[in-house]
């Protein structure tokens, strides 16, 4: 079902607003019988280490309301209008739960979000009490799904199904480039998300021909990488592959650029820069070539290019977490709109039962088992020019990957 066909621009939300502050103005005999807003808890980290994330993911999920409710809402509800009830993560678990609580006070008939993995676990399990709908945008850990929790549903793929799509790439890409490439260094964050994936990682890597002469974590947030780049200088690895969020890995990248430290190819795995503008943008030089396996927009859908446009339009920026948001949001609405409800219940067989395919993501249509969408996997992007571009699987690539980056 079609919910939306037409991002809308950041003045329109704006516009709506004011439209609506001013019918609630008049008599209600004027009014007629409007029916009440679906209030909708969105969950992001908009203070703290993960700020500029959960940004991205409130920004997404605003647009994809105006866009819903521009639409004409909720139709079998009488055309509700969605209205948003934010909640700052902060940052960590503790904070999420008790947003959730505050937005289980409120009334809302379902949360979105989250971003961290450690947030979404705690979030999720606090929204179960209540039979709170909860859908995760971006959280990687497969625990989030293999608590048998009917609340919950993930729109994105996990920690499996990235790291063996983003391996899965990179072998091909390596084999069609003739098999420069043979040994690795995993750097990832120390916490919930990097070290899951270095875990997976460090399993599967030999299967594919891969030697892996060093895991190296770091803290988040890290102020000083020299050590680390002073250990990748010594081992002198093929690829290095960092799973680390935004400000470890422009570090990283930069420092590895100030010491002249130039693998044959800098590969990530839900990195929190290499597919992020911002880095793109402000540091062209250490961006340029870096490849990552992540979440991303799908360049072929014209939905998707529309929402491109009126973010930038908006004078917004952009990231994975951004779309991501948006297409929860949109899945929220076609549930209701099946559901012809707000039970808590009926919203959960609806998101349960979902084969919803109107998203801007590159997975075909929505299909969860256990709480997790099988019609969703990850592409792999590298920089190149100044642009992010899709490079494999090549059903959805804008770009050929440049492979080895270096001889």
């Not at 008049?26 to 029916?35: F, N, S």
Request: aromatic share 6%; glycine share 10%; with cysteine.
């Amino acid at each position: 079902m079609t919910i939306w066909t037409t991002p809308i621009g950041r003045r329109a939300v704006l516009k709506g607003s004011t439209a609506a502050l001013a019918t609630l103005a008049m008599p209600a005999i004027v009014r007629g019988a409007e029916p009440a807003p679906i209030k909708v808890g969105v969950l992001q980290p908009v203070t703290g280490a993960l700020a500029m994330d959960g940004e991205f993911g409130r920004t997404g999920a605003e647009f994809a309301i105006a866009a819903v409710n521009a639409a004409g809402g909720i139709k079998s509800l009488g055309g509700a209008k969605l209205e948003m009830v934010f909640g700052d993560a902060r940052s960590n678990p503790e904070a999420g739960t008790q947003e959730v609580e505050r937005m289980q006070g409120e009334g809302v008939v379902a949360v979105v979000g989250g971003f961290a993995s450690g947030i979404c676990l705690a979030a999720s399990q606090t929204a179960a009490r209540y039979d709170l709908p909860y859908l995760v945008d971006v959280g990687v850990s497969d625990q989030i799904v293999q608590r048998g929790l009917k609340n919950t549903f993930r729109f994105g793929p996990g920690f499996g199904v990235c790291t063996r799509s983003a391996l899965d790439n990179l072998a091909r890409i390596n084999e069609a480039a003739g098999k420069p490439a043979k040994t690795v260094v995993l750097v990832h964050e120390d916490g919930l998300f990097g070290s899951g994936l270095a875990k997976v990682m460090q399993a599967e890597l030999p299967k594919l021909g891969f030697e892996i002469l060093d895991t190296i974590p770091v803290p988040t947030p890290s102020r000083d990488l020299s050590n680390v780049v002073l250990r990748l200088r010594s081992l002198n690895p093929d690829i290095v592959m960092p799973s680390t969020y935004y400000g470890e890995t422009v570090l990283l990248a930069r420092t590895m650029q100030q010491q002249r430290v130039r693998p044959k190819a800098v590969y990530g795995v839900l990195n929190g820069a290499a597919s992020n503008m911002r880095f793109v943008k402000e540091f062209p030089e250490a961006a340029d070539k870096i490849m990552d396996c992540n979440h991303w927009y799908d360049p072929r859908k014209a939905g998707a290019q529309a929402l491109l446009k009126a973010v930038a339009d908006a004078g917004k920026g952009w990231n994975y977490n951004l779309p991501m948001n948006y297409s929860c949001v949109g899945l929220l609405a076609d549930a209701l709109e099946r559901a012809g409800s707000t039970d808590r219940a009926k919203v959960i067989d609806a998101l349960a039962a979902s084969t919803w395919a109107d998203h801007v993501m590159p997975y075909g249509p929505t299909k969860f088992v256990d709480g997790q969408n099988q019609g969703a996997a990850p592409v792999s992007l590298q920089v190149q020019n100044g642009a992010i571009r899709v490079v494999y699987p090549e059903a959805f690539s804008d770009a050929k990957a440049i492979f080895p980056v270096r001889s």
